[in-house]
């Protein structure tokens, strides 16, 4: 078998395989508890699908050098284009299922005041939970002195806060951009 018949024969076994996750994921997402189980389901597919996009992506980028027909490239660019694109979108859910599932553990646990439960003790030992005021981020107009201070507190607010989707990040940085860059 040629190197290149063996890479398109790889990169169609992690296809398949991935095509396998997101159904899996798809159908814990539908049939989701709310479970510590169908938790760790979730956050296991969403590893292993970042896991093989990148797989796949490496191997889409070695077999595309090797293509010299123009109407391959964009036939192969599009199905790896597709591939991506699926893998995201479920990644994105699975992110969305899992951040609803915390905002409510939040919101239970405000309305208990003190009380958590055992399993909440059991992964976090030492509860502490304060109440702080709501943060309050201040827009970047454009002005290059004020950028410093914005790209330090947006990275320590937003963008170092693992409980946010990279869509949701990047939705808050939009939002806290607003005018046109001076010199």
Known sequence: MSVEKSKKAIRRGNQAFVTKVIQTAETAIAKFGGTQTE??????????????????????????????????????????????????????????????VRMRSVTSQEGLGASVSNETQHMYPHPTLAKLPKLSLTKFTGNPTDWQSFYDSY?????????????????????????????
């Open 39 to 100: 938790k760790d389901i979730l956050e296991g597919n969403k590893v292993t699908l970042m896991d093989k996009k990148e797989s796949i992506k490496k191997l889409d980028e070695d077999m595309l050098n090797g293509i010299e027909d123009e109407g391959k490239i964009t036939e192969d660019i599009f199905q790896a284009g597709e591939v991506g694109e699926s893998i995201n979108r479920v990644i994105v859910k699975i992110d969305n299922v899992l951040k609803a």
């Open 155 to 183: 990275t320590a607010a937003v963008h170092n806060n693992d409980t946010l989707s990279k869509v949701d990040k990047f939705n808050y940085l939009k939002a806290l951009l607003e005018g046109t860059l001076t010199f």
